[in-house]
Nanobody
């Protein structure tokens, strides 16, 4: 069973930056695609961006140019660098793995982290 642990969330002012980390409990994260999701109060959990095993990435339009996903397979870790943060980025951010990458699109897998809260003040 793969376990994912996110960290790096916190409170930041608008325009600031945070870097989230997602560490996998085994080496399998380094072999597959992964995605970052977020869920704001009253909203459904939604994909923010994803990365495949070769480092290719994809993002939703609302975060393009501000968020960057990367990975370090030697550390079984995926990162979400968030710059120019806006109050509407406030949410709990989740890491997901075990999904598939087809035609530059990530389909969520069955492994989820516990989430980390990101709060952006105006």
């Amino acid at each position: 069973q793969l376990q994912l642990v996110e960290s790096g969330g916190g409170l930041v002012q608008a325009g600031g930056s945070l870097r989230l980390s997602c560490v996998a409990s085994s080496n399998s994260l380094g072999l597959g695609a992964a995605g970052w999701y977020r869920q704001a109060p009253g909203n459904r959990r939604a994909l923010v961006g994803s990365i495949n095993s070769r480092g290719g990435t994809n993002y939703v339009d609302s975060v393009k140019g501000r968020f960057t996903i990367s990975r370090d397979n030697t550390k079984s870790t995926v990162y979400l660098q968030m710059n120019s943060l806006k109050p509407e980025d406030t949410a709990v951010y989740y890491c997901n793995s075990g999904g598939t990458w087809t035609s530059d699109t990530y389909s969520e897998g069955r492994f989820w982290g516990q989430g980390t809260q990101v709060t952006v003040s105006s």
